[in-house]
């Protein structure tokens, strides 16, 4: 039996009903055994690994419901010719001719980077979204063994797209499919059917796509009007907007991911609502290319379901939760909002992420996952259930951890990750990352 016991912690359990106590998790074969007073779990211990909080706070592992890790290496990177003026020239001059040079060398070490960064925030699930254009069979297999290295839960699909070609999209779809198949049973692996978006997917990929992911019982992973030019190309199609087109055309199923969704109309939202689909804000991402931002407090009004990723801006969705909060304060002009939002951004995170990999992730619970996180902060106020978003937004956020067991293994411990060098994980990164510049 392998039992690891987090005690003498002040307790988050997250969850429905959210519950903060003096005491600590007991970890049993990868699943919460209990969580309560140290005196009440020292009777269950057998032989546990004992993990000493010293008082800090313990929380469930985070989720990041978008993320790139293949973005890495664009970190410093100028784009091609004169800086890029929009949404569409980001793509043209940076993101696309970096996926072009990606090779499966390059693919590892920059996703270490960023597996790194996300162990040291505990956030202990990543839902990934990957192009390498240059390199497409075998990438998310790489993906899946840099996020087996660092023992983080991983969800993967490649993006299908039509702008580099036939050959790069059928590559494309064949690679979520094998995916698929090679993931199915790893616990730790969840796969998806990826797309890039509407504007680069003709109408026959987009059949192709649906048949495909429909017959694999796999969830799309797709970004939708991100900004103004995909919502404009669908209405040239004829649609009302880039999610009716991608709906129509049968991508937008249960449990897909539209991402975005800043082009967006209430009359769109009906038709994610109704496929029982989500939406994801990325705010850091939206500010950082200029294209406006989704309505997350009337989308959540109106009944959807919203969840929060990064986009490869970083690995801390805590950041985002705390971008969301502050850019709604923002555009709203009204500081009383935002926070029953962020905490619906969390609770959907967790949604999606359970229904995704079919266990309880995000909360400490009996039965659920045993991702646990010891985060290096001693709360300075009272802490109760009703302000953990103030300890979250104000406080914590900034907080590395200190402690991550995930599915019951401990990962980082004492600020250490376990079993890797990070000095190694730096210094290939810097190699390969000349070697990709060289070649964009
Ligand atoms: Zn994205």
């Not at 009007?225 to 991608?246: F, K, M, N, S």
Request: charged fraction near 25%.
């Amino acid at each position: 039996m392998n039992q690891i016991w987090i005690r003498n912690g002040l307790v988050w359990t997250g969850g429905d009903e959210p519950r903060v106590l003096s005491g600590g998790v007991l970890c049993q074969n990868g699943i919460i055994e209990a969580v309560g007073p140290d005196s009440e779990l020292s009777k269950t211990t057998q032989g546990a690994e004992v993990i000493d909080a010293g008082g800090r706070l313990i929380t469930p592992g985070f989720i990041n419901a978008h993320m790139h890790l293949y973005s890495t290496f664009a970190r410093g990177l100028p784009p091609k010719g004169l800086p890029p003026e929009n949404f569409v020239e980001i793509l043209e001059q940076l993101w696309w001719p970096l996926d072009r040079v990606l090779t499966l060398e390059n693919l590892e070490p920059s996703a270490e980077v960023a597996l790194l960064d996300a162990l040291r925030a505990g956030v202990t699930t990543i839902i990934d979204h990957h192009a390498s254009n240059g390199a497409i069979e075998g990438s998310l297999d790489v993906l899946a063994r840099a996020a087996a290295k660092f023992g983080l839960r991983l969800s993967t699909c490649y993006e299908v797209s039509d702008r580099d070609g036939q050959e790069k999209m059928t590559a494309g779809i064949r690679e979520n499919l094998r995916f698929a198949r090679a993931a199915k049973d790893d616990p730790m692996l969840a796969a998806m059917f990826g797309l890039h978006a509407s504007f680069t997917l003709s109408d026959d990929t987009l059949g192709a796509c649906a048949t495909a992911g429909r017959e694999n019982d796999l969830p799309f992973h797709v970004h939708v009007a991100e900004a103004a030019p995909d919502a404009e190309d669908a209405r040239r199609r004829g649609y009302e907007g880039a999610l009716t087109r991608l709906h129509t055309r049968g991508v937008i199923t249960g449990k897909s991911l539209a991402i975005h969704c800043v082009r967006t109309s209430p009359e769109e939202w009906k038709l994610l609502k109704k496929a029982g689909a989500y939406a994801i804000h990325n705010p850091q991402s939206n500010m950082n290319n200029a294209v406006g931002t989704a309505p997350v407090k009337e989308m959540i009004a109106a009944g959807l379901r919203v969840g929060i990723g990064t986009d490869g801006m970083e690995a801390d969705v805590r950041e985002e939760l705390r971008a969301a909060f502050l850019l709604g304060h923002h555009l709203t002009g009204d500081p009383r909002t935002m926070w029953a939002e962020v905490d619906s951004l969390l609770r959907t995170n967790r949604h999606i992420a359970s229904g995704l990999f079919g266990t309880r992730l995000g909360e400490l619970k009996k039965g659920a996952a045993a991702d646990v996180v010891v985060y290096n902060y001693r709360p300075p106020t009272a802490f109760e259930p009703g302000n953990f978003l103030g300890h979250l937004l104000f406080g914590f956020c900034r907080s590395p951890a200190r402690d991550v067991v995930v599915a019951g293994r401990t990962r980082l411990l004492s600020g250490q990750p376990v079993d890797i060098d990070t000095a190694e994980v730096a210094a290939r990164a810097q190699e390969e990352a000349r070697k990709l510049w060289n070649r964009f």
